[in-house]
C-alpha cells in the first residue's frame, strides 16, 4: 500500500531505518521489503529473546555468527537482509549496526563488499538513532513513514473509478461530489492503517472506538521509552492530553493548555511527543523568496501525525460528518490539519529530514498576517491558504503577494477547480488558483498546468 516508499525510495541496494509513529505500518512495510529475498533473518527488538542476542562485549562478528546460530539461517553476504524491527528498543543492536558499517565483519556491510544488508525500523528518535541516520555519516539512511494520504485511502477503499479520477489533472467534473465526499470521510477516519483497514470492512465508525485508544495507548508507551523519570513521563502525559484540541493552531509553550509549567518544561514535553511521532511542530518563514528559512523565535504551530485521532479525542466526528465544508467548522482548524497531513506526505517523499511543513508571517511587530502554508515550487515560494470567502477578502495572501516576485497563489476549498485574477489592497495583479481540498496532495502536478494556464 505505501507505494510511495516501496517503490520508489527502498532499494535493494542500501541500507535504511523507517521511521514513523506506532501503527502507521512499518513492520508491515518492511516484511514486505524483505520478500525480496530469497534469505532474510527477522529480528523483533520488542523480544527479550532477541535482544538477548547482542551483548555489550561480543565482537560484531560473533554477533552475526550468532544471529545465524539462534535464527537457523546461514548468512550469505550481501544476498542475506537482516531486519532489526524496532532497533531503538535495544542500544547494542544499535552498536553493532554501526560495527556493521564499519567493516569490521571482513567487508563493508552496504552489500557491495560481502556482509550482509541491514536494514531496521523505530517508533522513536533518540540520539542514537539520530546518529545512526545522519545523512552525512550514518550507516543507515532515514526513511520517513507517515499515516496514510488521501491517495492511500482511496486504495483501501477499492473504488478504482474514484482512484483513477483523482490522479487525473484536471480532475473531471463530474468525480467533485463522490471525491469531496471521500475526502470528508478520510478527514473523519483519519490515515492510520488499522483504523482505514477496518473502516473498510464494516463502514461503521461506532466500532473504531477501542483502536483509536489502542493508538493513543501506543503511543504512552513508547514516551515511557524515551522518558527520564516518572516528573517527565508525566507532564508529557499531561501535554499530549491537551493537544488535539490545539491542531493546526499556533501554541504558547508556558502554560500550554493551564497547565502550571513554563516554557522550559512544556517545551521539554512537546520535544518528546515530536520524538515519537505524535505531532510535528511547524514554524513560521517570513521571507517570501528562496530560500526561506524557518524561524524558530516566533509561536509554532501544531501538525498533529492524524486527523482521525484529533476529531477522535476532540469528540467532533459529529459537527465534521454533517458539514459540506470544512473551513466553517471550526474557523477552519480542521481543514488546515487535514490538509497539512497530506500536503506532508507528499512534500516527505525523498527527503532526508522527512519533509517539514512551513507557514508564512509577515515579519512586522504586531503584524497578524498569516498564510496557511507555503510550497517551494522550481524557483518559487508558492503561498496556499485554506480559506473561504472572494479573493478580495484574503488581506493575508494580499501581503504575501505584494512582497513575491510572482504572481501565483493556492486556495484550498470546498468549491471546483478554477483560476481567477485578482489584486491586491496595493493593486499588485495576481492569478488564484481554487482547489477543492481533496487535491492538497496533488498540488504540485496543478501547478504545472496553472502556469501555462496564466503564461498563454
Known sequence: MYERLLTKNLSTGSQFCILGAKGVGKTTLIKDFAGKFSNCIYLDMETAADRAIFRPDDTVEETLRAISFIKGTEIRGKGTLIVLDEIGKCREAIRWTSGQADGRTGGQADGRTGGPLVVATSSF???????????????????????????????????????????????????????LNYFHLYSLVGGMPEITGEYEATRHLSGLKNIYQRIEERFIGCISDVTDGTKSRNLTLDVLQNTYPFAATRISYNRFGNLEKGSREIRKAFNVLESVFFHQMVYPVTSTTLPAAQDNSKFPRLQLVDTGLVNYFSGIQKPLFQSHDMNAIFHGQIARQVVGQDILVTESSGALNGGRLNFWVRNKAQSTAEVDFVIRYLEMLVPVVVRSGEPGRLRSLHQ???????????????????????????????????????LAGKIREHLGGFRKYVDS
Open 125 to 179: 528518535l533518540t540520539k542514537e538513532i539520530s546518529v545512526l541516520t545522519d545523512p552525512e555519516t550514518g550507516p543507515l539512511q532515514a526513511q520517513y513513514l507517515y499515516p496514510f494520504s488521501f491517495e492511500e485511502f482511496l486504495m483501501v477503499m477499492d473504488d478504482p473509478a474514484a482512484l483513477e479520477a483523482y490522479r487525473e489533472v484536471p480532475v473531471p467534473y463530474y468525480a467533485y461530489e463522490k471525491l
Open 400 to 438: 504575501f503577494i505584494d512582497q513575491a516576485p510572482h504572481p501565483y497563489a493556492i486556495r484550498l476549498q470546498a468549491g471546483q477547480l478554477s483560476v481567477q485574477q485578482a489584486q491586491t489592497i496595493h493593486g499588485k495583479k495576481f492569478f488564484l488558483m481554487n482547489l477543492p481540498y481533496f
